[in-house]
C-alpha cells in the first residue's frame, strides 16, 4: 500500500455540499502510511464551521476499511490550520465548479 493508492481511494468521497471529490478540493493535506496496516489522514473542511466534518471523516475512515481490509488503524486528523482556500482545488475540481 502507499500513498497514492490511498489518495486514490479517497478520491471517491464527495464533499457532500458541493459534490466534488475531497482530494481535488484540497481538503485532504497529507497522507502517512505508517506502515502496512496504519494510515494517518490530515485533512480539514471548507470552513471552521462545517457542520459535516464528522461525516466526511467518517466517510473516508469506512470508505478506507472497506476498500482495504488489512488496515488496523485509520487515524484521521481534522484540522483547522492551514486554512483552507480556493487554491488549494484542482484544476479539475475549478473546472467542475465553474470557477
Known amino acids: 500500500m502507499d500513498k497514492k493508492e490511498i489518495y486514490k481511494m479517497l478520491e471517491e468521497i464527495e464533499e457532500p455540499m ?41 466517510s ?7 476498500q482495504m481490509g488489512n488496515l488496523e488503524h485509520i487515524d484521521i486528523k481534522m484540522v483547522s490550520a492551514p486554512k483552507w482556500t480556493q487554491d488549494r482545488m484542482s484544476k479539475y475540481a475549478k473546472y467542475l465548479l465553474d470557477l
Open 60 to 66: 473516508a475512515r469506512e470508505h478506507l476499511a472497506g
Open 18 to 58: 458541493l459534490g466534488v471529490d475531497i482530494v481535488n478540493l484540497g481538503l485532504v493535506y497529507e497522507v502517512c502510511v505508517k506502515d502496512d496496516k496504519d494510515v494517518e489522514i490530515v485533512m480539514t473542511t471548507r470552513n471552521e464551521d462545517c457542520m459535516l466534518a464528522d461525516y466526511i471523516a467518517l
